[in-house]
């Protein structure tokens, strides 16, 4: 499986963005997608996962601000991103967990600055 992730840019403080994360084919809904970002100088940290039949889990830093959601009609995952801040700067990547493999995207650079 491949995943492209899409939807980075520069925003200013308070600003949106939506990522997309396209598969490269038909992903089940039972299995887990999620998004991660890394800053510069940081370690990888997750950010949110779904999966069918459960609440979206998010990291407490985003929780209120960022909804991840997917359309598995369209085989993409989605981070809306709201009232972003300097600290979200970081290159997000999408990721499919698949029994004891992982598939990571490229990642999209996300950038909030004045």
């Known amino acids: 499986v491949q995943l492209q992730a899409s939807g980075g840019g520069l925003v200013q403080p308070g600003g949106s963005l939506r990522l997309s994360c396209v598969a490269s084919?038909?992903?089940?809904?039972?299995?887990?997608m999620g998004w991660y970002r890394q800053a510069p100088g940081k370690q990888r940290e997750f950010v949110a996962s779904?999966?069918?039949?459960?609440?979206?889990n998010y990291v407490d830093s985003v929780q209120g601000r960022f909804t991840i959601s997917r359309d598995n009609a369209k085989n993409t995952l989605y981070l809306q991103m709201n009232s972003l801040k300097p600290d979200d700067t970081a290159v997000y990547y999408c990721?499919?967990?698949?029994?004891?493999?992982?598939?990571w995207g490229q990642g999209t650079q996300v950038t909030v600055s004045s």
């Open positions: 779904i999966r069918s039949g459960r609440d979206p």
């Open positions: 084919r038909t992903i089940h809904s039972s299995l887990v």
């Open positions: 990721k499919l967990k698949y029994g004891s493999e992982e598939f």
